[in-house]
């Protein structure tokens, strides 16, 4: 049982920094359990009891995970001196979070990103040994065809002869394909394929293990993850 001080948690909801929370819990604005509490330095299981500022819950767990649609145009980083990044799409309750985003989609690629602060989490999402499918919609230059499909099951060879992992390709037209990947190489979707010759003009992630991107999030808005959704992350499709 990990006790903290309720000036802490309630800091660590990012409603506020830990000297207002200091103020906000003296001013009776913060229940534990439907009782007013007084002392920011009472100590509590945020796990095991209702944390309430002004009456509405606050989720006082300090591990947060997040789903954004990545737009085009902004860079998978936290912070950037010159460009938007996605920690800059947030709304700025999470900014305080110290999230950082779960691998990198490209500044022209759109789709699934997750953001976390749990590091373990986003090394289990990202290992190449733990085998967890991104998937992506790509759009290439050139016509797709069976002999795409079989070389990207045998596992392609980069040019600069870098070995990926077998990769599964759906073909849904001439020049649209469905891709399946279980690492996250550098480029390494655009880089397959070029490799067949088929340049990718256009990329999209719809899907990490078996969580698929909310189709109600517009491009450049995010959701915390949901109950099971953290599951969903590392279960088979
Ligand atoms: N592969 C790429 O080439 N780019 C991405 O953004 C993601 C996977």
Redesign the pocket.
């Known amino acids: 049982m990990a006790l903290t001080r309720l000036d802490k948690l309630l800091a660590d909801s990012g409603r506020c920094t830990r000297s207002e929370a200091r103020a906000l819990i003296r001013a009776g604005r913060v229940t534990v359990d439907g009782a007013a509490v007084f002392a920011p330095e009472a100590k509590y299981d945020a796990a095991c009891v209702r944390i309430a500022l002004d009456g509405s819950a606050v989720n006082c767990t300090q591990t947060r995970y997040l789903m954004l649609h990545k737009p085009a145009g902004v860079l ?1 980083a936290t912070e950037d001196a010159r460009q938007s990044t996605v920690i800059d799409l947030l709304p700025p309750e999470y900014r305080r979070m110290r999230l950082f985003p779960v ?4 500044k ?2 759109t789709g699934l990103l997750l953001l976390t602060n749990d590091g373990d989490f986003a090394h289990r999402v990202i290992s190449p040994k733990k085998h967890v499918p ?1 998937r ?1 919609i790509a759009r290439v230059e050139g016509t797709l065809d069976d002999a795409d499909i079989a070389a990207f099951a045998d596992g392609i060879v980069l040019a600069d002869g870098t070995h990926c992992l077998p990769a599964q390709l759906v073909i849904l037209a001439p020049d649209l394909g469905q891709v399946t ?1 279980y690492e ?9 394929f070029a490799a067949r010759g088929k340049p ?1 003009t256009a ?1 999209h ?1 719809e899907q990490i293990g078996a969580l698929a991107l909310d189709s109600a999030l517009a491009p450049g808005q995010a959701r915390e993850l949901r109950l099971g959704e953290l599951d969903a992350v590392f279960a088979a499709d």
């Open positions: 998978s691998g990198r989609l490209d022209d690629t991104k992506y990947v996250g190489k550098y480029h390494q979707v655009k880089r397959m990718v990329l992630r």
